[in-house]
């Protein structure tokens, strides 16, 4: 059973910058994907971003795409999301999660969540 923590969210201006972290115990990362996802209050849990584990492929949601930078360090077993020219349309509470099984990045049936971390961008 893998368990997964997020950290590194909070509170942070228009234009500003965060880098979450999110970090594995229990067991590694292994198997096929990761990626991160996030829920904004009255709204669906929408996928940000995902990075293969084997090959290193990124996949971005379109409205974070040249903003946000997925990446991995697997000596760690940590996988982080660098979050630059945030917008108040980027609050929400942001997921790390990990499928073990081949699929598409993008679909939420992922097998490891971890428990959320909040990130506000004030205007």
């Known amino acids: 059973q893998v368990q997964l923590g997020e950290s590194g969210g909070g509170l942070v201006q228009a234009g500003g910058s965060l880098r979450l972290s999110c970090a594995a115990s229990?067991?590694?990362?292994?198997?096929?994907?990761s990626g991160w996802f996030r829920q904004a209050p009255g709204k669906e849990r929408e996928f940000v971003a995902a990075i293969l584990w084997t090959g290193g492929s990124t996949y971005y949601a379109d409205s974070v795409k040249g903003r946000f930078t997925i990446s991995r360090d697997n000596a760690r077993n940590t996988m982080y999301l660098q979050m630059n020219s945030l917008n108040p349309e980027d609050t929400a509470v942001y997921y790390c999660?990990?499928?073990?099984?081949?699929?598409?990045?993008?679909?939420?049936?992922?097998?490891?969540w971890g428990q959320g971390t909040q990130v506000t961008v004030s205007s």
């Open positions: 999660a990990a499928r073990r099984t081949v699929g598409s990045p993008f679909r939420k049936d992922y097998d490891y």
């Open positions: 229990g067991r590694s990362f292994s198997s096929y994907v």
